[in-house]
């Protein structure tokens, strides 16, 4: 390894820590880190005096307890061999590390190895467990909650002193690895790649990782998932998925004369009529004799909004909305103010009909749209001299401001747009827009696209400005100020597909609005806003949640969007 001081030497450690991260998401998926973080590395604080570190406090050394802290003393020959002599030969001389953080219970399975750099003199080794608080002046296994597999007999010891026959003993070379069977509470270990057996039963939650060395010149390194394990240890997790998605198989329920079968159809037409599928859900209903509740105009009606929404045409679908349910946007203020967003960002995509020329006939394909560019001809050279009123570039935000579908409010009467400063020549600024003020007269020279008129630019511009004069009457929190300005940031760029707001243009960004919608059209028909099959697909997202935060392991095993795959 290159030297700890050097540059590669700190490049090669990020590269690894950040190749960390993806391999330690890909073994424990359902493992929240901003509540319960994964044990990464052993802790500079959570360790015994004798115990040094390195390597990205990885590998762990024996320095013992010898004067200058150092690996081994500098005494004199004959000295520094009576202090190997007779140091590590007590239990008092132990020393032991745990990990930074306990093992999350939504591992459901977790597994770290330690790889035996050098046995030292005597090979006074321990591998396993530990909780919170428990004395690290010993050898894992010695006390109370603490677990440990040693070197030197290949015993086991269990909150005792005493040990028990286990496995082998290991020594330099060997690859030792620790696992916890979260679900069952077991732990089990490896030696170079083979399985030994379950270990200990029984164990309590909450456990670190622990090493602890005894003799001068032991070090070891650990592995906490950073690189590949020697134990397969994905193929134990693939096991465990497919025993708990069998037992969800097999899961015995009652059909007192077909309850549940009625329950599950009624479901399925809910969940065809929430979303407007209004052929299939009839042809459900025929099929079942489950009976449709809303009126099929109405979901006709919903369809035909929805398919305007996801083909980005979002002003037709505000206006079928108000000719089909009158005063829903006029009640629903944020609603309304999370469409006009959208709306916008479709002009720039140009989607929208309000940024088509006049005469032009619009697409009728849904998602007709290109990647990367616009549809109807408001072409990246529209946008391109996007400046401020002292001629520098707009600013930007490169944050990412996700659509809650719980969005489902807002409105406020757009009629009469607001007034904007002009430029000597008559021709309107975009006054108010936050981080951007752009004449039109800089505009039009380069909007040469089919479909890009001066007149197309202008209603580009004009509704920006009733936007933000939007914003301003409602309240204005954070998250409607990210989405303005996220936004206009598009106006920034010269070509804003391209850019780092550029996820803005995606069409799969207008699935949310159009479930907003769609969701504050049935609450105002008296009708649930979310289906049955959804609510109970929350319902068990947050159960397998809230078994993670009690330390329930098999919440790990349940994968959810797998068994909705099927």
């Not at 002046?137 to 010695?142: E, F, K, S, T, Y």
Request: net charge neutral; glycine share 10%; aromatic share 8%.
């Amino acid at each position: 390894m290159a030297a700890m001081g050097s540059g590669r030497g700190t490049m090669e450690s990020q590269k690894v820590q950040s190749e960390a991260v993806d391999r330690l998401k890909l073994l424990y998926p359902n493992v929240n880190e901003d509540e319960t973080p994964l044990p990464r590395s052993w802790s500079t604080k959570d360790k015994f005096t004798y115990i040094g570190l390195s390597q990205n406090n990885l590998r762990v050394h024996y320095k013992g307890g010898a004067p200058g802290g150092g690996r081994r003393p500098h005494l004199p020959h004959l000295h520094l061999r009576l202090w190997m002599y007779r140091h590590g030969k007590t239990h008092k001389d132990a020393a032991s590390v745990r990990a930074t953080h306990p093992i999350p219970a939504a591992c459901g399975l977790y597994y770290f190895e330690v790889r035996i750099v050098s046995k030292g003199r005597d090979g006074y080794m321990g591998i396993g467990l530990s909780a919170h608080g428990v004395n690290m002046n010993r050898l894992p296994g010695w006390d109370k909650h603490s677990y440990g597999y040693h070197g030197d007999d290949g015993h086991s010891f269990c909150s005792s002193g005493t040990g028990q026959p286990y496995g082998p003993t290991f020594t330099t070379g060997d690859v030792i690895g620790c696992g916890v069977n979260l679900v069952d509470n077991t732990c089990f270990y490896t030696k170079n790649g083979h399985h030994l057996g379950i270990a200990f039963r029984g164990l309590p939650p909450n456990l670190y990782p622990t090493v602890g060395l005894q003799t001068p010149g032991e070090v070891v390194d650990a592995n906490f998932g950073q690189a590949p394990f020697v134990f397969d240890v994905e193929d134990m997790l693939r096991e465990l998925r497919a025993r708990t998605r069998l037992a969800i198989d097999e899961f015995p329920l009652p059909d007192a004369q077909g309850q549940w079968q009625q329950v599950l159809h009624r479901m399925v037409s809910t969940y065809l009529v929430h979303h407007g599928y209004c052929s299939t859900a009839q042809a459900f209903s025929r099929a079942t004799g489950q009976p449709i509740d809303e009126d099929i105009a109405s979901i006709k009606n919903r369809q035909r909004i929805s398919k305007l929404v996801l083909a980005g045409r979002i002003g037709e679908a505000v206006e079928v909305t108000r000719r089909a349910y009158p005063g829903l946007l006029e009640r629903d203020h944020e609603l309304l103010f999370l469409l006009k967003c959208r709306q916008f960002v479709e002009m720039v995509n140009g989607t929208d009909s309000e940024v088509c020329a006049e005469g032009e006939e619009e697409s009728e394909t849904e998602g007709s749209e290109g990647a990367g560019a616009p549809a109807n001809g408001v072409a990246t050279s529209v946008i391109s001299h996007t400046t401020r009123a002292n001629g520098q570039p707009a600013p930007h935000t490169n944050g990412v401001t996700e659509v809650s579908e719980e969005t489902r409010d807002g409105d406020v009467d757009m009629t009469s747009p607001a007034n904007g400063a002009h430029t000597g020549g008559g021709l309107p600024l975009v006054k108010g827009m936050p981080g951007v003020t752009a004449s039109v007269a800089a505009l039009l020279p380069r909007a040469g696209g089919a479909g890009c008129t001066r007149a197309s630019v202008e209603r580009m511009l004009a509704f920006g400005r009733e936007l933000y004069a939007m914003s301003q009457r409602l309240q204005h929190d954070l998250y409607h100020k990210a989405m303005l300005e996220d936004a206009f940031s598009l106006l920034a760029y010269s070509n804003p597909w391209a850019s780092p707001v550029g996820w803005q243009l995606e069409p799969v960004r207008r699935e949310a609005v159009c479930e907003a919608l769609n969701s504050a059209i049935l609450e105002s028909q008296g009708m649930q806003w979310i289906s049955p099959v959804e609510a109970c697909v929350s319902h068990s997202r947050e159960l397998l949640r809230r078994m993670a935060r009690a330390a329930l392991g098999a919440c790990a095993f349940a994968d959810l969007p797998a068994l909705l795959r099927r």
